[in-house]
């Protein structure tokens, strides 16, 4: 039996239910009241981040079908998850709900860019 990153990632992030449309509003006005850095700041990202995690392996599997020298069975495609979950973090640290975008539309952005950097610099590398 091998050992799937991404099956073992859509396991894990299949726990959390995508947040309406509304909760997102509520929960990224409530993080623009509170201090960075303080526990209930650092609390409403982590929610925010749980919520969306499938995001991430859509990402990357699209990452990787434009890639021909990459497939989802890869060891590398671990790696990927793990950066776009950075890029994922990133995105709820800067989402503004009063633009009218959703947040899967303004994070998808943020996760292949980061993606797209860690394996370039990666892919390149001497």
């Known amino acids: 039996m091998t050992f799937d990153p991404v099956q073992a990632w859509l396991n894990a992030a299949g726990r ?18 509170l201090q960075e850095g303080s526990a209930a700041y650092v609390k409403v990202i982590n929610k925010i981040c749980q919520h969306n995690l499938r995001l991430i392996p859509r990402v990357v599997a699209k990452y990787v079908s434009k890639r021909k020298d ?36 303004y994070s998808s952005s943020w996760i292949y860019q980061s993606v797209y950097r860690w394996h370039n610099s990666r892919d390149r590398a001497v």
Not at 17 to 30: D, F, H, N, S, T
Not at 78 to 99: N, V
Request: aromatic residues 10%.
């Open 70 to 105: 990459l497939r989802m069975c890869d060891t590398v495609v671990s790696d990927l998850l793990q950066q776009g979950y950075i890029g994922l973090r990133r995105a709820a640290e800067l989402f503004d709900a009063t633009k009218g975008y959703t947040f899967s539309t």
């Open 16 to 33: 959390f239910p995508v947040l309406p449309k509304e909760e997102m509003i509520r929960l990224a006005k409530k993080r623009d009241t």
